[in-house]
């Protein structure tokens, strides 16, 4: 008798086991959807980790998306500042914590190319490795574009309404940025620059020269003027 009602425990446990699993499977979000109604259609793909400019430019312009494993490390500068180490990350799907999965593991949407155009850069930045964070125009039409690259290359580049180069900015006047991140321009066509890792933001003027620096370079912390210090964590972009 004992047997009997196991096995129909059993067999209900086994039912309401795979019910709710089917529940569970007919509830996740769909991974991709075809082209319909004229948009695009999308799939899912596994991210990365932060590309650090993980691109190459060809002389002729051509850019290249460089493999995300293997290969070289960048060189760094010898005398670049240490920093003092962030606290982890913690409660957030990209942290890599024990619970969720490494930034790495996430999705992000791909859309498929088939919307009968391709991609131009009439800007052609020099040859060599080095992602573009961002990019923004002044008053004159001028380009400028903020650029990780290794150091002793320049990182900062305006381009004017031709597309042509007209000024490059290196390591002798804002020093490597550590993570290039954003730039903006103000009302004076001054061009404010931030540097992540480096914990600065500069103020250039339209001519490229070094105005001003806000936060120590090299140095993480709060902004605290009551003790008289004025660091900065992470700045990643100015607003005007």
Partial sequence: MEK?????????????ILIVSGAF???QPPTHEAAEGGSPGWFLKGSFPDPGGNTA???????????RTGGAAQPV????????????????????NRLTPGRQALQR???EQTLNYTFTYPYVLPPGTGGVPSVALDSKGNLWVFQRKAAGSPQLYKFDAEYKIILQIGDEVIGHQEKAHGIAIDAEDNVWIADADGAAVMKLSPQGELLMTIGVRGHRGDWDDAKGQRLLLQPRMSAF
């Fill in 57 to 67: 430019v060809a002389p002729d312009g051509h850019v290249t998306l460089l493999p």
């Fill in 4 to 16: 009997c009602n196991f096995a129909r425990f059993a067999a209900v446990a086994l039912g309401a």
């Fill in 25 to 27: 499977a007919q509830t």
């Fill in 109 to 111: 949407v791909q859309w």
């Fill in 77 to 96: 500068a010898a005398t670049a500042p240490t920093l003092p180490r962030i606290p982890a990350c913690s409660r957030s799907p990209v942290c890599g």
